[in-house]
């Protein structure tokens, strides 16, 4: 089973600033990973899938990249309604599973 | 548009049966590209996929083996809808319970969600 761990698990930056958030995979295996941004009180929302691509309505600041392993979650400049819980996800072929790390939460610093 | 609109009770009782119903309005439950799941949220476990139905010609589930031999999902094409049924509830069932669907993308990422219904297992 493959296991999802996210650093840091919190992160204290300004607005304007670059923030990078990590997710490494336990194993490496041939797979999807996907990045959700999650809000008090909201369900969480698609942001990037299959590793780098942004998802329908997504502003460009946020970008993902990585494979196998080590996967990274860029936003350039951050803005006041960035700061949430940020989770990676990945998706098994066999056997169908999804598996989702622990979070990462983005506070005002 | 995707619209996931779940209803259900927010309180079962242990060892009883949690049933949630997710009713999707710009998608068919029927599509033979998308997915429909369920997940759950709780602060000891986090997010947890839970399990999936999908027709592609035939109708496919897959389940969690957390709770693989407690769960049913089961679609419903003559309301557009899909439901869960979790039986022998226990408190460590207590979690907020999301309908999501899987996409078309690569990957299947879980592109729309439901609105989330917090569910409590107690007495």
């Known amino acids: 089973e493959i296991v999802l761990t996210q650093s840091p698990a919190t992160l204290s930056l300004s607005p304007g600033e670059r923030a990078t958030l990590s997710c490494r995979a336990s194993q490496g295996v041939s797979s999807y990973f996907a990045w959700y941004q999650q809000k008090p009180g909201q369900p969480p929302r698609l942001l990037i899938y299959d590793a780098s691509n942004r998802a329908t309505g997504i502003p460009a600041r946020f970008s993902g990249s990585g494979s196998g392993t080590d996967l990274t979650l860029t936003i350039s400049s951050l803005e006041p309604e960035d700061f949430a819980v940020y989770y990676c996800?990945?998706?098994?072929?066999?056997?169908?599973?999804?598996?989702f790390g622990q979070g990462t939460k983005l506070e005002i610093k | 548009q995707v619209q996931l609109q779940q209803s259900g009770p927010g309180l079962v009782k242990p060892s009883q049966t949690l049933s949630l119903t997710c009713a999707i309005s710009?998608?068919?439950?029927?599509?033979?590209?998308?997915?429909w799941n369920w997940v759950r949220q709780s602060p000891s476990r986090g997010l947890e996929w839970l399990g999936r139905t999908y027709y592609r010609s035939t109708w496919y589930n897959d389940y969690a083996e957390s709770v693989k031999s407690r769960m049913t999902i089961n679609p419903d094409t003559s309301k557009n809808q899909f439901s869960l049924q979790l039986n022998s509830v226990t408190p460590e069932d207590t979690a907020i319970y999301y309908c999501?669907?899987?996409?078309?993308?690569?990957?299947?990422?879980?592109?729309?969600w439901g609105q989330g219904t917090l569910v409590t297992v107690s007495s």
């Open positions: 996800q990945q998706r098994s072929n066999w056997p169908p599973r999804y598996t």
């Open positions: 999501t669907r899987g996409g078309s993308l690569p990957g299947t990422p879980l592109d729309h």
């Open positions: 710009g998608d068919s439950v029927s599509s033979n590209t998308t997915a």
